[in-house]
């Protein structure tokens, strides 16, 4: 099969690098005697044994150009050649050939373009068959009768219930909920007063992309073999078949729709059409730009800007989709929406300045200072931030201007959520929409002299988590303190609204807690695990001050990997030699008293300074017993399956 590969921008048409170009030749040159003399647009070609079925509609459109199973194999000079194309392929399962635009999308025509695809030749190599008349183009389809195609998907449960997923990028636990006095978070506040509240709620990895990666895809980072940003979580053997939350969602009768930053930019390509209704996602708009010029870290933009937030934008869509959703209440839907603040930049509406205390009066870490007796390696490229190295913490006036900038794009993207569940409200959804509002992961500041994230200590393991029941009351402001993963959202959510995961046909790793909504007090889960990669500065890794996240880094070429294990009253971590060969950690013989972290959560409530109060020294050297019990479990759990 020749693999091409799509062009970003204006130009629709596909771009070969001159390898592609040589198989492109090559390609044809096979199939030329094929193309000639092939019979014109709809017909059948009666020299192969395969029955067709032959439409004058179109078989993909939309996002489907940019879907795995779909490719485009050049161009023909008829329906028939693109057919023989099919025909000589035994994974082909449709063709799809443009022959003419459709009279009104003609140049100048009330702005329409003509089909940007005449003669191209797509083929599926899947079984999806959805004909519909094209946009601007017209077409000829086909498909073999003796590979059935897929079922539409059965109806949804008829008492199933909507589902709401809100992300926030890089927000941590800061709020009045948990007796936080900063940020300005009034409406999650108040969602949280009608919601069951996690208290210990951690993604599987601190960093945006792996962590949207494993929540969205219901799988943990050593799974998807997405550590950082290079390549997508679709590319890992085998996972072309996965389904992801709202792709199973979406084969069990939902409408799927999504919108703003949930799936990080390129992991999967182009946020996964195969995951939405129609293969169309709703659009991301960026992590914004400061457009005035700013004297500290936050960038608050005046109103007479005219600025375009991309959260503004996000919201727009989503009330788009929620217009939708209500126009047919007899289909159920799944809506993500991903909101990019308090990502840095930190911009924001000026206003948002008038919300929070003056920076000067903003208190700063009484902890800065990398954790006793722990290794540098767990600090890693903290000093992205205001710190100026693990030992020289930032100053003072540069914290509470880091604070600060945090605190107002919080306090903005707060709002933005007010917006959104108005509209939920306004429309009619409260009394049957379940809403789950989290965080990709937490956030330092200034804590262990840490500033952003890439670490497996609380400050970044630890995400924001509420969800909202309507039709269970009484959990609504309970705080449990089950000890929960990002991804057991997955078979939470499908759970409570109505289409159970059955874990022995779907390759999920997360685990539903939807018990604790019919007994909110019950223990719950026990256990949450975290990784982080390390990438050493000199060769023969002595310098972990100096060590790096691994961001751009063939996963062949990291140097380490940290597990962490929290349990109910310890956190502990191990650094792995990693196998770059098999993508496998190499556990030491014995547990390497340097690369340990074992850190006390006795007496921890998860309120108020809990992040100045724990993990400020590594007790590992005093507690063999309790490391030797959890490195065993740790070991034992990461250990190939």
Known sequence: ???????????????????????????????????????????????????????????????????????????TASAAACQALCAKNTSCQAFDWAYDTVPACEEGDEGHKPCAFLKQCWLRFDTVWKPKNGHCCLKTAGRKLDSPP?????????????????????????????????????????LAKKSLI???AYCQQAVCGPSRASLLSGRRPDTTQMWNFVGGFRQTPGASAWRTWPEYFKSNGFKAYGCGKLFHPGDPANFDPQSWTDNTYGGYFGQDHCPIKSSGNGCPVPASQNHTFPDYETLAVAQKYLTDAASDRTTPFWLGVGFVKPHMPHVFPEKYLQMLPDSSSIPVANNSFSPKGASFIEWSSGAEGPAVSPM??????????????????????????GELLDSVDSMGFSDNTLIVLTSDHGWGLGEHNHWIKYTNWETDARIPLLIHH????????????????????????SELAGIPVDKTTESIEGDSYANLFAEPTATGPTVAYTQYPRCCHDKNCTDFTRNKRCAFVKNTDFDYMGYSIRVDNWRYTEWARWNGTVLLPIWSASVPDSLCE???????????????????????????AVVKNLSGILRNFFAPK
């Open 198 to 200: 996690f208290d210990r």
């Open 1 to 75: 099969l020749l693999m091409v590969e799509g062009c970003r921008g204006s130009n629709p048409f596909v771009h070969l690098h001159k390898p592609k170009m040589l198989t492109a030749l090559v390609l044809l040159a096979a199939v030329l005697p094929l193309v000639t003399g092939m019979s014109a647009v709809g017909s059948v070609d009666t020299t192969s044994n395969v029955s067709w079925q032959i439409l004058n509609e179109s078989v993909v459109y939309g996002g489907d150009y940019e879907l795995p199973t779909v490719h485009l194999v050049g161009s």
């Open 470 to 493: 309507p039709k269970r009351p009484d959990t609504w402001g309970v705080h449990t303190r089950a000890i929960v993963e990002h991804v057991d959202l997955y078979p939470t959510l």
């Open 150 to 190: 897929s079922p539409p998907p059965a109806p949804a449960p008829k008492d199933a219930m909507n589902v709401l997923f809100v992300i926030f990028d890089d927000l941590r636990v800061q709020h009045e909920t948990w007796d936080m006095e900063l940020p300005h978070t009034p409406n999650t506040d108040a």
């Open 598 to 624: 074992l850190y006390s959560h006795y007496g921890d409530n998860m309120r108020a300074d809990t992040y100045e109060r724990f993990e400020n020294e590594n007790v590992a050297l005093t507690n063999p």
């Open 392 to 417: 020289v913490p930032a100053t003072v006036s540069d914290a509470q201007d880091w604070k600060h900038a945090y605190y107002c794009a919080a306090a903005f993207s707060d709002a933005v959520l």
